[in-house]
């Protein structure tokens, strides 16, 4: 069934709803955390004042995407920046990290992820004038994992990403563009 897809930046008054939406697709998608670790997390890093500093900061973008007029998911990306790179030896001028990639769980296999990669992908490239695309994705989504390796991202590297006492490991992969 066809959908009218766009894309829409966040703004400063929004940031109660993308809180909200933020720490609903990280608990489904981290839902084997211990509890009290989940919740630091939620608020340390998903809480309405840290997305608020997170959006003052010029080099972040933030976009809903929005599906026939209702938002169905959020989009984070950092253009310039260098992070989770410290232990990996690249060459790269002007890497984009898509940071943050998430839909609601009703809105999750209906077709959205290739169309919202490509419109980042598209960003990168055009406006941003990046040399390569990378993420990270954690080494037990097998689902997300085989989406990006479909849309030309290889493995880079790895690192561990602590939440509390859980260390997750994170897979870095890349697409030169």
Not at 34 to 62: G, I, R
Not at 82 to 100: D, G, N, T
Not at 131 to 137: C, E, G, K
Request: net charge negative; charged share 25%; with cysteine.
């Amino acid at each position: 069934m066809p959908f009218e897809l766009t894309f829409q930046p966040v703004r400063e008054d929004e940031i109660e709803f993308l809180s909200a939406m933020a720490s609903e697709t990280f608990a489904d998608t981290f839902r084997h955390y211990d509890k009290a670790d989940l919740d630091q997390y939620l608020e340390e890093s998903l809480s309405p004042q840290a997305l608020s500093l997170e959006l003052a900061v010029p080099e972040n973008e933030f976009y809903f995407v929005v599906v026939d007029g209702e938002r169905a998911g959020y989009l984070k990306w950092i253009f310039p920046t260098r992070k989770y790179l410290e232990h990996v030896e690249v060459s790269w001028k002007a890497p984009l990290l898509l940071e943050r990639f998430y839909f609601l769980p009703s809105q999750c296999g209906k077709g959205l992820g290739p169309v919202a990669l490509a419109f980042v992908e598209s960003y990168a490239r055009y406006q941003a004038k990046a040399d390569v695309f990378y993420l990270s994705v954690w080494d037990r989504n097998y689902r997300a994992q085989s989406f990006y390796q479909k849309y030309g991202f290889r493995t880079l590297g790895s690192f561990d990403y602590p939440v509390g006492e859980e260390i997750d490991h994170e897979l870095l992969y890349f697409k030169r563009l």
